[in-house]
C-alpha cells in the first residue's frame, strides 16, 4: 500500500502531518512526499549566521532529514516560490500532482485542507489537488489509469 503526501513547504510534512506519516510508514506503508516549494520565505528562527538566501538550503536539508526520521519511502522536492504557489501557473502545478497520483498510484492522498490548516496561502493553493481529484471522479485523468482505491484527498485542520 502506498500513501502520497503532497505539502506546500519543508516543515509541513512535520507539522500537523509527522504523526500520521510516521504512523502509516512504521506500519509498512510506503509513504512518499511530494513538497511544492523549497521554504525559502520561512519564519525565524535559521542558525546563527545564515542568511535568508540559505534558508532553501537549510530548510531542504531539514526535509530530507525529517524524511528520514519519519521514514518516508521517498521525498521529492519542488521549486515553486515559498509564499507565491497562488502566482504560478495552477495548471502546471495540478498537471505535476495529478501525473505524481498516476505514476504512484497511490491508495490515499494526504495534503492540507482548504482552509490551508491556519490560513497559509500556499497550503490553501494546494487546493488544485481537490479540484483535480473531483476532476478525476468526473471525467477520469486525460491520460493513465486512475489511481484504483483513490478515494479522498485528506488533510490537516485546526479549529
Ligand atoms: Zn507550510
Redesign the pocket.
Known sequence: MRLLAV???P??ESMGTGGTLYRHATAGVDVHLLCVTRGGEGWQGKPPGATKEDLPRIRTRELEEAGKALGLAAVELWDYPDGEVGDCDQAEITSRIAESIRSLAPAAVLGWGPDGGYG?P??MRRRCLHRRRRGLDRRGPPSGPVPHGLRRAVGPSLP
Open positions: 505539502l506546500a513547504h516543515d509541513d497559509h500556499d497550503h
